[in-house]
């Protein structure tokens, strides 16, 4: 089973920025779609972001230009680089793992979150 660990989550203040990342562990496959995620306080979890087996990016309009998603394979390592971070970036971030070549469907592995928190 594939295991999802996050960390990098903290406290900044407007305009800061932070980097997550995500060591996976237990890999059967190389062709999974990586995701984040996010829940923000009272509200739904949303994707944010994701990579797919091509490189090829997706964003929700509110971050992009602002957030960069990557993956290093050869260290089994997902990443968020967060600039520009506003208040409402706040939330709780989950790293997420999709068994699948496409990003088009129910994500399979979810790591356990971490926070992060914007202040003015």
């Known amino acids: 089973q594939v295991h999802l660990v996050e960390s990098g989550g903290g406290s900044v203040q407007t305009g800061g920025s932070l980097t997550l990342s995500c060591a996976a562990s237990?890999?059967?496959?190389?062709?999974?779609?990586m995701g984040w995620f996010r829940q923000r306080p009272g509200q739904e979890r949303e994707a944010v972001a994701y990579?797919?087996?091509?490189?090829?990016?997706t964003y929700i309009t509110s971050v992009k230009g602002r957030f960069t998603i990557s993956r290093d394979n050869a260290k089994n390592t997902l990443y968020l680089q967060m600039n520009t971070l506003k208040p409402e970036d706040t939330a709780i971030y989950y790293c997420?793992?999709?068994?699948?070549?496409?990003?088009?469907?129910?994500?399979?592995?979810w790591g356990q979150g971490t926070q992060v928190t914007v202040s003015s």
């Open positions: 237990g890999y059967r496959y190389v062709n999974y779609c």
């Open positions: 990579i797919n087996y091509f490189d090829e990016t």
């Open positions: 997420a793992a999709r068994k699948m070549f496409n990003c088009d469907g129910d994500f399979d592995y």
